[in-house]
Nanobody, 123 residues
Framework: QVQLVESGGGLVQAGGSLRLSCAVS????????MGWFRQAPGKEREFVAV????????FYADSVKGRFTIARDNAKNVVYLQMNSLKPEDTAVYYC????????????????WGQGTQVTVSS
């Protein structure tokens, strides 16, 4: 079982930056896909970014493309989401997720989830 713990959320003003971290425990060689999702109150959980652990395949949602960057540190088993030029509409709880079989933008394709970290962007 993969365990995921997000951190790094907080309150920032529009135009600011945050770096989210996802500490991964119990990862196996087959846990090769990591994703970031977010969910605002009253909204469905939406895709943000996905990458293979190798880092050679990365895909972003159109809403964050050019502003967010997903990356990982193999030695530390940590996945990052660097968020720049934040907008009020980025306000949400951000979740990291792991998948064994899917390189996907669908939340239903991910079996392991963290508890989430709150990101609030003021206008």
């Amino acid at each position: 079982q993969v365990q995921l713990v997000e951190s790094g959320g907080g309150l920032v003003q529009a135009g600011g930056s945050l770096r989210l971290s996802c500490a991964v425990s119990g990862r196996t060689f087959s846990t090769d896909t990591m994703g970031w999702f977010r969910q605002a109150p009253g909204k469905e959980r939406e895709f943000v970014a996905v990458m293979r652990w190798s880092g050679d395949s990365i895909f972003y949602a159109d809403s964050v493309k050019g502003r967010f960057t997903i990356a990982r540190d193999n030695a530390k088993n940590v996945v990052y989401l660097q968020m720049n030029s934040l907008k009020p509409e980025d306000t949400a709880v951000y979740y990291c997720a792991a998948s064994r079989n899917y390189y996907s933008s669908k939340s239903t394709d991910y079996a392991s989830w963290g508890q989430g970290t709150q990101v609030t962007v003021s206008s």
